[in-house]
């Protein structure tokens, strides 16, 4: 467990915050965030934080608006005395651009961990899509960058609320969740065969199986635009399977992703609460009380 932790939400970031404060017996901290008529961000760390190990709570899904206000919060606390500085965010961003697809562009992944490891030491996240870069310990260059997962809980979710799943996985990436995902389940899997050709531009192929008895249950880690989904749930429908089940890790849910799903034949769409929606129905806290608790 980390010594004299003091707990700190960033805005949207108060429910997790608090909710882990309760369960790991640590003081929360205060900090003062807020915009000036320009936009630009005003910081103030209200608590003492000399010698202390901040421990920062904030998911940084659209990260753009956020990674600003909160280096100014982690750089601030190291002036005043902090010792390590842990981030908490349970959705990790820019780690979809892992590689130069083509020629001038910016790997985002590898220039947003060098930029985060300039003013953090530890790391937690919920499944970060590791897929070209095997281990964040690669990309981080920190004390201690921890990915935790989220398939234990998915799968409990599965066993309990849907009857004879068969588990799928929307492209060849996803096999790493989705056999340990159905594995867990007691459950069988197949997986598609993705491309994409633009953002919300993708064509999937599942391979052919005569039995569709079961309940497909679609299992990816990142719902963003929904169309790896729907392609996935069309081609599924149209095959004669029964309306598929979607669950997934983080719900980015970009525009009307959850109506366009539920369109395009979806029986229902479940998500982990590591960036909040209304599809929040599998809770990963005490993922990551039990990863704060062994450090
Ligand atoms: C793929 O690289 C990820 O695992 C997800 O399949 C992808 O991010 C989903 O994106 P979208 O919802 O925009 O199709």
């Known amino acids: 467990m980390i010594k004299n932790a003091i707990l700190f939400a960033l805005p949207g970031n108060e429910t997790l915050a608090a909710s882990l404060a309760a369960k790991l017996n640590i003081a929360s901290g205060v900090l003062t965030i807020r915009e000036f008529p320009d936009s630009e961000s005003y910081v103030r760390i209200d608590s003492d934080v000399r010698d202390k190990n901040p421990i920062l709570v904030c998911g940084l899904d659209h990260p753009n608006n956020k990674i600003l206000t909160l280096m100014f919060a982690a750089q601030t606390m190291k002036e005043f005395g902090a010792n390590k500085i842990c981030l908490i965010s349970p959705y990790l961003p820019y780690m979809r651009q892992d590689k130069r697809f083509k020629s001038g562009e910016a790997v985002s992944a590898v220039l947003f961990a060098r930029y985060l490891s300039g003013w953090i030491d530890h790391l937690i996240t919920i499944d970060p899509h590791l897929h070209r870069i095997k281990r964040l310990a690669d990309l981080y260059t920190i004390e201690s960058s921890i990915a935790l997962h989220a398939i234990t809980k998915m799968a409990d979710w599965i066993k309990k609320n849907v009857l004879s799943p068969i588990i799928v996985g929307p492209d060849e990436e996803s096999e790493q969740w989705v056999a340990e995902v159905a594995r867990l389940a007691s459950a069988p899997y197949i997986v598609s065969k993705k491309t994409r050709y633009g953002d919300r531009d993708v064509s999937v192929d599942l391979p052919v199986i005569s039995d569709h008895a079961n309940t497909p249950v679609l299992v990816d880690?990142?719902?963003?635009?929904?169309?790896?989904?729907?392609?996935?749930?069309?081609?599924?429908?149209?095959?004669?399977?029964?309306?598929?089940?979607?669950?997934?890790?983080?719900?980015?849910?970009?525009?009307?992703?959850?109506?366009?799903?539920?369109?395009?034949?979806?029986?229902?769409?479940?998500?982990?609460?590591?960036?909040?929606?209304?599809?929040n129905q599998i809770d990963i806290t005490d993922i990551i009380v039990a990863a704060i608790k062994q450090m």
Request: with cysteine.
């Open 221 to 279: 880690d990142i719902i963003s635009t929904g169309m790896s989904m729907a392609a996935t749930i069309l081609q599924l429908r149209s095959r004669g399977f029964s309306e598929p089940v979607c669950v997934g890790v983080h719900a980015l849910f970009t525009d009307d992703v959850y109506q366009h799903l539920i369109n395009a034949g979806a029986k229902k769409i479940v998500t982990c609460n590591t960036i909040l929606h209304p599809t």
